[in-house]
């Protein structure tokens, strides 16, 4: 059980985030957009009102931005999105996959676009969406999953920049969160 906490506010919300150590020497503050109806909705307003001018399609990386992406599609009037998915399902006769390393999971994972999907990317502008972006691992390996599928891609939002990610000019987000010591 965490015994310190970050005090984020973000989209006109407030939330007390639990700081939980991730290793030996860092720690990090626990945003989880999952289950977080009003957290969800006002961020998803906030960034749909960002989103680059060409956009045609939104992706996301499964799991914390698929609520995300959603409530951006539906606001923007977009009829579908797409969900990179993190494992090779049986109804993907030819899936494009790329491996990612994320600072909150263990080793590497894949993700990856099912020939419907593919069809959707190809030849289109292509914005990424993500609760948040720390490293950049997740936000790379949807870029390479957009560039193998033949779409380009027109934007990167997220509703937080953590730790480097914070003040990069070519990402779009509502607010920073910064990394901990571990204690």
């Known amino acids: 059980m965490a015994n310190r906490f970050y005090e984020l506010e973000v989209a006109g919300l407030k939330r007390s985030l639990p700081v939980l150590n991730i290793s030996d020497t860092l720690a ?5 957009i999952l289950g977080d109806t009003e957290m969800v909705e ?3 307003a906030e960034l749909a009102k960002k989103v680059p001018a060409g956009t045609e399609v939104l992706m996301a ?5 698929i609520p995300l992406v959603h409530a951006m599609a539906r606001i923007l009037g977009m009829d579908r999105y797409i ?3 993190k494992s090779i399902k049986a109804y993907m006769e030819h899936p494009l996959v790329v491996e ?3 600072i909150t999971t263990k080793g ?3 993700l990856c676009l099912q020939d419907a999907d593919i069809d959707l990317v190809r030849g289109h502008k292509v914005t990424l969406v993500d609760d948040v972006i720390s490293t950049g691992g997740s936000m790379k390996a949807l870029e390479e ?3 193998k599928a033949g779409g380009t891609v027109n934007g990167r939002m997220a509703i937080l920049a953590e730790g480097d990610s914070i003040g990069r000019k070519d990402i779009i987000v509502l607010a920073d969160l910064p990394l901990f010591k571990a204690e």
């Not at 990090?28 to 989880?32: S, Y």
């Not at 990386?61 to 931005?65: M, P, Q, S, V, W």
């Open 42 to 44: 006002k961020s998803a």
């Open 145 to 147: 999953l957009v560039a």
């Open 100 to 102: 990612d390393e994320s």
């Open 28 to 32: 990090i503050a626990g945003f989880v």
């Open 61 to 65: 990386a499964e799991t914390k931005g």
């Open 108 to 110: 590497k994972q894949m």
């Open 83 to 85: 969900v990179a998915r």
